[in-house]
């Protein structure tokens, strides 16, 4: 895919932490704080589970675990608490990205958000980066049957934006974000991200390209194809 076939595309839909922001490291940080305060231990399997689910459905995920006592309400308060300072102020855009956003605006695409967070931490990171404006739509996984890796979400931004599935190009970062967006009949490229680098192989094999930064696409108008 090249930065010529995006222009081809009426929309571009991305998914949030680990693609347009840097901020996985911080959830593996809340998972051994949250589950420390019950004496446990963060298991070396939870992130690849929970990959994808909703914030509704992770809630869930934990409190049958975990067999924790708090209600889920409570388990998604205290998430939020916890996150919502990162988010405002610890938590950047990947490389590139606001400059990618940047370009596809300038050239009249619309743009919309497919998250797997709750909706106050969106909106909490969306503000404290200034990037609210680029996007026409902003849909977490709460709003639909399921989480990635089902299509609902990306299905649900593109008929929200009054497109098709073939017009839009999907940006994720984990392996289920990247079979939703195919699932939906999309084109995805992978973005890398430190925290799942142990997954790369599986992502160049399931996008349709992948990059290491948005500098990397911006710079390929004239070079050729991704790899």
Same mark, same amino acid.
């Not at 929309?11 to 840097?22: E, K």
């Not at 998430?79 to 938590?91: A, F, Q």
């Not at 699932?183 to 680098?197: H, L």
């Given at each position: 895919?090249?930065?010529?076939?995006?222009?081809?595309?009426? /929309?571009?839909?991305?998914?949030? &932490?680990?693609?347009?922001?840097?901020?996985?490291?911080?959830?593996?940080?809340?998972? #051994?704080?949250?589950?420390? +305060?019950?004496?446990?231990?963060?298991?070396?399997?939870?992130?690849?589970? #929970?990959?994808?689910?909703?914030?509704?459905?992770?809630?869930?995920?934990?409190?049958?675990?975990?067999?924790?006592?708090?209600?889920?309400?409570?388990?998604?308060?205290?998430?939020?608490?916890?996150?919502? *300072?990162?988010? +405002?102020?610890?938590? =950047?855009?990947? =490389?590139?990205?606001?400059?990618?956003?940047?370009?596809?605006?300038?050239? %009249?695409?619309?743009?919309? #958000? @497919?998250?797997? %967070? !709750?909706?106050?931490?969106?909106?909490?990171?969306?503000?404290?980066?200034?990037?609210?404006?680029?996007? $026409?739509?902003?849909?977490?996984?709460?709003?639909? /049957?399921? !989480?990635?890796?089902?299509?609902?979400? *990306?299905? +649900?931004?593109?008929?929200?934006?009054?497109?098709? =599935?073939?017009?839009?190009?999907?940006?994720? &970062?984990?392996? /289920? !974000?990247?079979?939703? !967006?195919? %699932? @939906?009949?999309?084109?995805?490229? /992978?973005? *890398?991200?430190?925290? $799942?680098?142990?997954?790369?192989?599986?992502?160049?094999?399931?996008?349709?390209?992948?990059?290491?930064?948005?500098?990397?696409?911006? %710079?390929?108008?004239?070079?050729?194809?991704?790899?």
């Amino acid at each position: 895919m090249t930065l010529e076939h995006l222009k081809e595309k009426k /929309a571009i839909l991305f998914d949030l &932490d680990g693609t347009l922001v840097d901020s996985m490291w911080m959830w593996k940080e809340i998972d #051994i704080e949250y589950l420390g +305060k019950f004496g446990l231990n963060c298991p070396e399997d939870l992130q690849k589970v #929970i990959e994808g689910m909703s914030f509704s459905e992770t809630a869930v995920y934990f409190k049958n675990r975990f067999q924790l006592e708090d209600s889920l309400e409570q388990i998604k308060q205290d998430w939020i608490s916890m996150s919502l *300072y990162k988010y +405002k102020h610890e938590v =950047p855009l990947k =490389p590139g990205a606001g400059e990618f956003l940047q370009w596809a605006k300038a050239r %009249n695409m619309v743009m919309g #958000i @497919a998250t797997s %967070n !709750g909706r106050e931490m969106v909106d909490a990171v969306l503000e404290s980066l200034k990037i609210s404006k680029y996007f $026409s739509q902003v849909t977490t996984a709460c709003e639909v /049957a399921a !989480g990635k890796p089902a299509p609902d979400i *990306y299905l +649900k931004v593109a008929a929200d934006l009054g497109v098709k =599935p073939k017009q839009c190009a999907v940006f994720e &970062d984990v392996p /289920a !974000g990247i079979m939703a !967006g195919k %699932n @939906a009949g999309m084109d995805v490229v /992978a973005v *890398y991200d430190q925290f $799942s680098v142990h997954m790369d192989e599986e992502k160049r094999q399931l996008a349709d390209c992948y990059i290491h930064d948005f500098f990397e696409l911006l %710079n390929e108008e004239k070079t050729g194809d991704l790899l």
